[in-house]
């Protein structure tokens, strides 16, 4: 993607969001998939990781990729730390999957939640969006994610199962070589607020 087609998404992204929620078209979750388990055991081509700034590696899901994935993940997220310092909150990079299924791991840092005032909410969709394009611009097809910032960064559940089924609702609405997105589930929580989104919407 160049600049210009790039720019041109979030122009569209914006009219999106400032029209709100969106009934999600069935050729849309035709695409999505909700599952309950361990993401490091899924093959798809690309998982997500929530990780955070230092890229260092963490507990959580963060901890359980790094685990099952092995030495080479933290490696390349060294060199991406020496390259630029990290990755801020709302941002993604790409590191191999290690010895995973998966071919590579996407790092996003999730917003930690502090009430809802510090741009929690924009942030969090930020996540998933820059996740997204990150895997297109690697030619992944099949993706999955778990519900970042809802562990040890305490994001609200329910508002944060809406803003992930909604984020990646609106951008497989463009023309994208995504052909799943898998929700990993960790928690009945989590599990059941997304089957019950997904169901309503
Ligand atoms: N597979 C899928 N989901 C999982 C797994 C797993 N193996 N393990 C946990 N979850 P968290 P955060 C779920 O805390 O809130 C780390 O230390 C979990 O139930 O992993 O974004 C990082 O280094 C929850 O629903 O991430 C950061 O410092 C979701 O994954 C910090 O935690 C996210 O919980 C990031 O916090």
């Known amino acids: 993607l160049n600049n210009k087609s790039l720019r041109s998404i979030r122009g569209k992204d914006k009219i999106r969001r400032e029209k709100g929620n969106i009934m999600i078209k069935s050729s849309i979750k ?82 930690v939640w502090s009430g809802g005032q510090k741009n929690e909410k924009e942030l969090l969709e930020k996540c998933y969006y820059n996740s997204l394009r990150l895997a297109v611009e690697n030619k992944v097809e099949r993706i999955s994610f778990p519900n970042i910032s809802t562990g040890i960064y305490r994001f609200p559940k329910d508002l944060a199962t809406e803003i992930a089924i909604n984020e990646v609702s609106k951008f497989l609405q463009d023309d994208t070589i995504i052909t799943e997105v898998v929700f990993v589930c960790f928690d009945d929580e989590n599990y059941r607020g997304y089957l019950e989104y997904i169901g309503k919407n």
Request: proline share 1%; net charge positive; charged share 25%.
């Open 30 to 111: 035709d695409r999505i998939k909700v599952v309950k388990g361990d993401i490091t055991k899924l093959e798809v081509d690309a998982i997500v990781n929530a990780a955070n700034s230092s890229l260092l590696g963490g507990g959580g899901v963060d901890g359980a990729i790094h685990k099952a994935g092995g030495k080479e993940i933290l490696d390349e997220c060294i060199k991406i730390r020496n390259k630029q310092g990290g990755c801020s909150t709302g941002e993604a990079v790409v590191t191999t999957a290690g010895k995973l299924k998966a071919k590579y791991v996407i790092h996003t840092v999730g917003p």
